[in-house]
């Protein structure tokens, strides 16, 4: 899986991995499945009705809007994702680390008809692949692209660390920490570097400072991980 870094106003370094292209297909084949569905039952319940033909179809263009505009629509109210997306475990940020807006998700969803609609998703998945960052067309107009959220469990999910034998830390005042504290600072920062959270690495920071009562000049991201590498020097050689 790739993996890009976006760097916040805050100067908070966030690494994302990129959706693959695979997990990207798959979702647009649940979302075309949805949309085909939806289609078919309009035409189905708009057969069964006695109309004109032209009311008909008037009737029916008004019907398939929400599935016209069901990209646009869904990613705008349910944060970057459809169906699709939710089942794959994907999701549209902004590579500058904030939140996409209507326009990001309508500039995608313009550029669809190049990407997806008239090249059956060619133009989309070569540019997704020679471009790496999981960008499309798309995405490079609204400068956004296409995350996993996809969270493998693995012994470093705990605090726990290999630390060099050289390794010489920083800050001797992460003993005022217990297990229970770090590993709850370990599971909140490890989340947010997976989702682009930064909000919660910069409370993770000042409220470091504070416990430990110190300052520092690193960046609020390598602060932190500077201390679960601290903490596991000192329990590991007491």
Known sequence: MDEFQIETAQNVGINQNVASIGDRMLGYLIDSAIILLYGIAAILLLTTLNMDMGDTWAIYLLVSLPAFLYYVLLETF?????????????????????????????????????????????????TILIKGNGQRLGDIAAGTTVISEKQLLTIHDTHIKDIPVDYVPTYSQVTVLNDKDMQTVKNLYDDALRNGHHNIILNLHHRLLKIMAIETQDKPVDFVATVIKDYNYYTQNM
């Open 78 to 126: 349910l944060d970057g994702k459809t169906v699709g997306k939710v089942l794959m475990k994907t999701r549209v940020v902004k590579l500058d680390g904030s939140k996409p807006s209507f326009s990001n998700y309508f500039v995608r969803w313009i550029l669809r008809i190049v990407d997806v609609a008239l090249t059956s998703g060619g133009v989309a998945a070569f």
